[in-house]
């Protein structure tokens, strides 16, 4: 197995929205803001290569909305998911999985993009099995209303339309020891209904995608807990079982939002679980 970090695309979004009711004296140490208060955000993925399977998690936004859309997002950097591919040698084709943690459009608007004619919206990869799970499919599809800009139809139905959806065969416990995909996920409730973050074991380490349980760095400390989050009381307890068990098992947490930092490890100190220290993936991995 080889695993490789993905940029997809770097963005902004609104600082008090990503750290909810933690004040911006405090936050903006960690991620500071601009003058429109908004904090650099990066849709960081991981590619696995593992036999003949090539399985990208998460795609970050994609290319196909508007520009009044990613006028919202201040889009930044010379990143991109085709990019990003190339640079390793690879294609979208060459995809055989895309595992989506969850249905946001910033997680899995890459999935789809416009047919040839614009006329409507095809799988943006054609060889690729995409696996979600069925309690947040119905989530997603009949949305509330806090999430309804967040699950963008024309980012769902193709996938099932085209045949290539998959559901995840979960159970009815938090932890998956091992999915059809080769890796464990632990399921969380908070930020919404059945995300899903990959825990992969790796060249001797664990590591745990964070997806949006923990997105940067500065969200370690547990009241840091986004705006966005549907249950926040919940996130706060998946939190501390989560940051306790990285502690103890020596998790790698592997960031998709930090536009900064990829990789951490945790300690233990009198205040709670904090950063210990920060790596990128190369610093780790490379010559082992």
């Known amino acids: 197995m080889t695993i490789y970090p993905v940029e997809t695309g770097n963005f902004k979004l609104d600082g008090g929205a990503m750290f909810g009711v933690v004040p911006k004296s405090i936050w903006n140490k960690t991620n500071p803001a601009d003058s ?11 590619l696995i290569e593992d036999g003949d399977k090539l399985i990208l998690i998460d795609n970050g936004m994609g290319n196909k909305q508007s520009e009044k859309f990613f006028g919202y997002y201040y889009q930044w950097g010379n990143h991109s998911l085709d990019g990003s591919l190339a640079n390793l040698g690879f294609h979208r084709n060459d995809i055989t999985d895309v595992f989506l943690t969850h249905l946001h459009f910033d997680h899995c608007g890459g999935s789809i993009q416009w047919n040839k004619d ?31 800009a967040s699950f ?9 339309e085209s ?26 409730d908070g930020h919404t209904e059945k995300m899903m973050l990959p825990k992969l074991n790796y060249k001797g380490k664990t590591i745990v995608f964070t997806a949006d349980l923990i997105p940067t760095v500065g969200h370690i400390p547990l009241p840091y807990v986004m705006g966005y989050d549907t249950r926040p009381l919940l996130t706060l307890d998946e939190k501390a079982k989560f940051l306790n068990n990285a502690v103890e098992n020596n998790w790698l947490l592997f960031f998709e ?32």
């Open 36 to 46: 429109n208060n908004m904090i650099d955000i990066a849709a960081r993925c991981l």
């Open 118 to 148: 614009k006329t409507g919206y095809e799988p943006a990869f054609k060889n690729a099995r995409f696996w979600t799970n069925k309690n947040h499919w119905e989530w997603a599809t009949k949305p509330n209303a806090r999430e309804k």
């Open 152 to 160: 963008l139809k024309e980012n769902l139905w193709p996938m099932h």
């Open 163 to 188: 045949g290539q959806l998959n559901f995840v065969q979960s159970n009815d416990t938090l932890y998956l020891q091992k999915s059809e995909l080769g890796f464990g996920i632990l399921f969380v």
């Open 257 to 288: 939002h930090d536009a900064h930092n990829q990789l951490c490890t945790l300690k233990q100190t009198e205040k709670g679980v904090r950063l210990d220290e920060l790596f990128s993936f190369d610093e780790i991995f490379k010559s082992q």
